[in-house]
């Protein structure tokens, strides 16, 4: 049996949906394990392209069981128009290939709203939302405010629970914000329609992956966003509200004593950053929009630019070692191949003094970024599929990248397309 987790190192929007896409011709069950639809992971294959954003990545696999774990934000309404929207693209979902952990809790419409109020409170202070109920969710779970999927199923137990919480969203809502309240024949109507369609693939997913683990079945742990988003370890308060560092899969999946053989780091071969916060290597201007524009550098949810940079050393080995990745993905190469010279951040300038460490977020908007050229290759390599024919100097700079964020680099990427991809 081999379990798996394919992991962000930095900021998200490292290419994990089109890694876990490859990944899972060799696994049998796929797991969501954080997060909820607040971030898009990108897959290519011959169906078309596909911006998931709650589905795990495995969906597309015949004969893969994908499961949506404990852990997970569940917003019911948006999971079933994601899975119309798969289906409508000739992909068949069911209860077979599709379930979903009674014990994950689901994100109710008041968090959406919750969410965009609370930005537009902050004003100029705002951590960046999309605006997906992320954080008023989390934050209610952790105050036991929220539903299990599993209440669907017990409607006299549902409505009493729904009672008391109720009460304490329309008291934030009409006191703090003073926005529209809800009604229990509101919210009841909403749970019946979005709540009912998925309760077919509501079950003890427990039960299942502990069945799956005596029939030595092969399975992969699938994160959203990356290390430097983690709620405990990444940029706060820019983060998310989960954890997204491997560790937390055996908890968020429903395999709490579970181990995990290997951990796949994905790192892009430049960075981005959606959203908010301090983003040390950012480019600016002309470079920054030549960068955006070949790489196609806009979010899968929002729509909205990502920031961009050349790949940020000290971030990276930062997010290897949180993640304590075994094996580092590099993706979107290819998108370089325009350059004359790969910028690198090589190391922080933090009040005049030089470090390759990443620091404590309360020093990140001091630091400065040290940059380093290496040669470009100049040439399109997308058609490129093994290592000895890669350019020289893309191979000197996967070597050089390797070399320095403590990680050996197996998989490289030179396309979407699930073909497109180097052994090293």
Not at 162 to 178: A, M, P, S
Not at 263 to 275: H, L, N, Q
Not at 398 to 412: F, L, V
Request: negative net charge.
């Amino acid at each position: 049996m081999s379990n798996c987790a394919i992991v962000g190192i930095n900021w998200g929007d490292e290419g994990k949906g089109r890694i876990v896409d490859l990944i899972t011709q060799d696994y049998d069950i796929v797991i969501r394990y954080q997060g909820g639809g607040n971030a898009g992971h990108t897959v290519v294959n011959d169906l078309g392209k596909f911006a998931l954003h709650l589905l795990p990545s495995g969906i597309f696999r015949d004969g893969v069981v994908n499961i949506l774990g404990n852990g997970v934000a569940l917003d019911c309404e948006n999971l079933w128009r994601e899975m119309e929207d798969v289906e409508s693209k000739g992909v068949k979902i069911t209860p077979d290939n599709l379930k979903i952990s009674e014990r994950a809790s689901l994100l109710l419409p008041w968090h959406r709203e919750l969410d965009a109020l609370e930005e537009t409170r902050l004003k100029d202070q705002k951590y960046g939302s999309t605006k997906q109920g992320i954080a008023p969710f989390y934050s209610d779970k952790y105050r036991k405010k929220t539903i299990m999927a599993g209440e669907l199923f017990y409607p006299e137990y549902l409505q009493a629970r729904l009672k008391n919480i109720l009460e304490w969203e329309n008291l934030i809502l009409e006191n703090i914000y003073h926005a529209p309240v809800w009604s229990m024949d509101k919210i009841l109507n909403w749970l019946e329609e979005y709540g009912g369609k998925i309760r077919p693939f509501i079950c003890d997913t427990g039960v299942f992956l502990k069945d799956s683990i005596k029939q030595d079945k092969n399975i992969l742990f699938e994160a959203q966003l990356g290390a430097l988003r983690d709620l405990d370890y990444g940029i706060y308060p820019y983060t998310t509200s989960s954890n997204a560092i491997a560790a937390y899969a055996p908890v968020g999946s429903g395999l709490p004593g579970i181990k995990i053989n290997k951990i796949i780091g994905v790192v892009k071969a430049y960075s981005t950053c959606a959203g908010e916060g301090p983003f040390v290597c950012e480019l600016f201007g002309e470079e920054a929009d030549k960068l955006r524009e070949a790489g196609h550098e806009y979010g899968a949810k929002t729509g909205r630019p990502r920031r961009v940079g050349p790949i940020d050393i000290p971030a990276t080995r930062y997010g290897v070692r949180v993640q304590n990745a075994n094996s580092i993905a590099l993706t979107k190469l290819d998108i370089l191949s325009y350059l004359d010279k790969i910028p690198v951040c090589t190391r922080y300038k933090i009040k005049n003094q030089e470090t390759e460490e990443f620091p404590f977020p309360a020093l990140l908007n001091q630091a400065e970024p040290v940059i380093e050229y290496l040669p470009g290759w100049r040439r399109d390599i997308s058609g490129v599929r093994s290592w000895d024919d890669l350019p020289k100097e893309a191979r000197d700079y996967i070597n050089y990248i390797e070399s320095k964020i403590g990680a050996d680099i197996h998989y490289i990427s030179v396309g979407p397309e699930r073909d497109a991809i180097i052994l090293k």
